[in-house]
């Protein structure tokens, strides 16, 4: 049983930053792939970043948030972070952590890909 728990939302103003974490207990987290989505009001949940586990380390980005957004993990605290810099109104959303526990082909920006997610914390960004 793998638990997610996401922090760091809050509301910030059009070309400000916030700084994402998620804390994840309950598997090897060194091994798990990574991930961050988000859902707007009335938008389906879309794919904003993931980070490859194993030591691998490959990083994804939508193309909506390269060269604004970046993830990291740090493995010796079990936790993945999202920088966002540059925000603007249309990243305001609930963001979720989510992880892929088991091994095999994985598409990064798939979330029927991850198997545990996070309760999500929301950000909003004022014009």
């Known amino acids: 049983q793998v638990q997610l728990v996401e922090s760091g939302g809050g509301l910030v103003q059009a070309g400000g930053s916030l700084r994402l974490s998620c804390a994840a207990s309950g598997h090897t987290f060194s091994t798990d792939h990574m991930g961050w989505f988000r859902q707007a009001p009335g938008k389906e949940r879309e794919f904003v970043s993931a980070i490859r586990g194993g030591g691998d380390d490959s990083i994804y980005y939508a193309d909506s948030v390269k060269g604004r957004f970046t993830i990291s993990r740090d493995n010796d605290k079990n936790t993945v972070d999202l920088q966002m810099n540059s925000l603007k109104p249309e990243d305001t959303a609930v963001y979720y952590c989510?992880?892929?526990?088991?091994?095999?082909?994985?598409?990064?920006?798939?979330?029927?890909?991850?198997?545990?997610w996070g309760q999500g914390t929301r950000v909003t960004v004022s014009s």
């Open positions: 989510a992880a892929r526990v088991y091994a095999g082909h994985w598409i990064p920006s798939v979330s029927t890909q991850y198997n545990y």
